[in-house]
């Protein structure tokens, strides 16, 4: 599929409307944020004209960004100011009035709402639009469906509420597996109404293959260390306490072996630091990475380990696959064809399991090699964005077909 360069006309596809509660650079919050900035950009570059609407959050800190509207890689981006930082830290609660204001009163009409949350008031914003104006909705819940991490009650009472009704408004439910798939019948979602896409991700361009060396030049790594990359939010759930452990039987076998965590705090990081200096675990810590640094991190890494305890559809795990890293994490938290093809070591969450596989890789740089390929291959067949986006184009076009 080729991208369409800057400045043509977009006047003649179809105006799809994205609405999420963050947006990047709010990369922070995880999975779904670097999901939503390659589609909408990949959209974009094959004819779509994109806009988003999000708030003016940049972190889970509650940090805000300062202009509410821009426009970056062909995408039209809308941000409304949040209220009440002390009602989001409490519940995680996002109210942006003037995104509902808009909902109910504007005059724009997009061809398609492609809603990428479920539980949110972005979600109520977005299913009043669809309503009052008409409009079809595609929901893409990225694994939201099922009750997890907590709040389990306000999540149950915004169900019975609005998210019964929302779930049944939309026209399709984009799915990222069989499992979420699964998850929709909680709903009263019947199988025609749901479409199973899984996420995509760009392809790293020869270039940025062959500048090896800069992220460990940069944190003064030397050659020899055997780095193991983790990517993701610091936190229990993640499974960071559990690859510390893993590294301290490690580290007694293969002393150069080094730790790179990547990613922003989310309640574990300095409990994480405190277990590696008392286990003596080689440790760095270099906070959130993107674009050209997180290629950087990645390019340099020997092993990419996720041993977390749930995830739906990691885009960590298929971008270290492009850059052909072997993986290591637990089988029941990847995508089925990696586990066909064999496409790296899944084991069970426990120390002793993770640390005889890191160190079998270790002393195995054939191992690492094939295992790495086969990763790569997989992400090629399977989860290439322009494939994703193909695949997400025709179901544009049989929504907007239908009503």
Not at 155 to 184: F, H, M, N, P, Q
Not at 271 to 300: C, H, I, S, Y
Not at 302 to 307: A, G, N, R, W, Y
Request: hydrophobic letters at 45%; aromatic letters at 8%; one cysteine or more.
């Amino acid at each position: 599929m080729k991208a369409i360069p800057s400045g043509v006309d977009h006047s003649g596809r179809p105006e799809i409307l994205h609405v999420l509660p963050h947006f990047r650079p709010a990369f922070g919050f995880g999975g779904p944020d670097f999901t939503s900035d390659i589609l909408t950009t990949a959209l974009s570059q094959i004819g779509y004209r994109v806009t988003v609407w999000t708030t003016n959050i940049r972190g889970p800190d509650g940090t805000r960004i300062r202009g509410l509207s821009d426009s970056s890689e062909g995408v039209k981006i809308m941000r409304y100011r949040y209220v009440s930082k002390s009602l989001y830290r409490f519940s995680n609660l996002l109210l942006s009035p003037g995104m509902l204001i808009d909902a109910l009163t504007a005059a724009a009409r997009p061809d398609l709402v492609h809603l990428h949350d479920f539980r949110s008031f972005q979600a109520a914003a977005a299913h009043v639009l669809c309503t009052r104006q008409h409009i079809p909705l595609l929901l893409q819940p990225h694994g939201t469906l099922r009750i997890l991490g907590g709040k389990d009650r306000l999540k149950t009472a915004y169900d019975a509420i609005l998210g019964t009704r929302l779930a049944k408004r939309a026209a399709r439910i984009l799915v990222l597996s069989e499992s979420e798939a699964a998850d929709c019948s909680f709903f009263g979602i019947t199988k025609e109404k749901i479409a199973l896409i899984p996420n995509g991700v760009p392809l790293p361009t020869q270039q940025v293959l062959l500048e090896r060396g800069r992220f460990r030049r940069e944190y003064g790594i030397g050659k020899d260390a055997f780095v193991i990359l983790f990517m993701g939010r610091i936190r229990e759930s993640k499974g960071v306490f559990l690859l510390v452990n893993a590294m301290e039987m490690l580290t007694k076998v293969i002393p150069n072996a080094l730790l790179v965590m990547c990613g922003p705090d989310d309640g574990a990081m300095k409990q994480v630091r405190l277990m590696a200096v008392e286990k003596g675990v080689r440790l760095l810590l270099p906070g959130l990475v993107t674009g050209k640094k997180k290629a950087e991190a990645f390019v340099d890494a020997d092993v990419f380990c996720l041993p977390s305890f749930f995830e739906m559809q990691s885009v960590a795990l298929l971008e270290a696959a492009s850059f052909e890293l072997p993986i290591v994490a637990s089988p029941d938290n990847v995508p089925k064809e990696f586990l066909t093809a064999q496409a790296g070591m899944f084991v069970k969450l426990e120390p002793s399991s993770l640390s005889e596989c890191l160190l079998y890789l270790a002393n195995s740089d054939s191992a690492r090699k094939e295992l790495g390929r086969r990763s790569k291959a997989t992400v090629e067949k399977h989860f290439r964005i322009d494939r994703v986006v193909e695949e997400l184009s025709k179901l544009y076009s049989e929504v907007l077909e239908n009503g």
